[in-house]
């Protein structure tokens, strides 16, 4: 699932600098944070099983603005992220749809959420593969060697 997480946070993060002309993070930086910027951080992935292979990813994002701005703005820039981060573009091009939206400010800095939703069929490896050139610190495991 890693792979798709990193996928919502290249979209993620190139949305947030056409937005805005701020530097993005995605990793914790301990106090080298210059504002006005953007802190993106994942809260919560879960997944949901159904019938099947098909299980749907959830994942939700806190996009934390940094500035020294007063409240006004902070709202222009809540409403600006809930416009422009319905729709982020992936890395492999396709788009996914940002859902449930909304922002808070507290003490002073701007949160907004937001999750992006992925389906996902996963695909079983054949029996005869499964143990094909498995290997472990240079030896070959292969259990037809």
């Known amino acids: 699932m890693r792979c798709l997480i990193e996928k919502i946070l290249y979209g993620l993060t190139g949305c947030l600098s056409n937005l805005f002309n701020y530097s993005v993070y995605t990793n914790n930086v ?71 939206m909304h922002y808070e400010i507290i003490d002073g800095v701007l949160h907004f959420f937001v999750n992006y939703n992925l389906g996902v069929n996963l695909i079983l490896p054949d029996e005869n593969e499964k143990m094909k050139d498995l290997e472990y610190g240079g030896v070959n495991l292969d259990s037809n060697s």
């Open 30 to 100: 301990n106090q080298k944070l210059r504002p006005p910027c953007f802190l993106v951080e994942l809260i919560n992935s879960d997944t949901k099983n159904y019938l099947g292979l098909r299980h749907d990813c959830i994942n939700a994002f806190d996009i934390i603005h940094f500035s020294n701005d007063k409240k006004e703005i902070l709202y222009a820039v809540g409403e600006k992220l809930t416009v422009g981060m319905e729709w982020i573009i992936l890395s492999d091009k396709s788009k996914l749809h940002g859902t449930n």
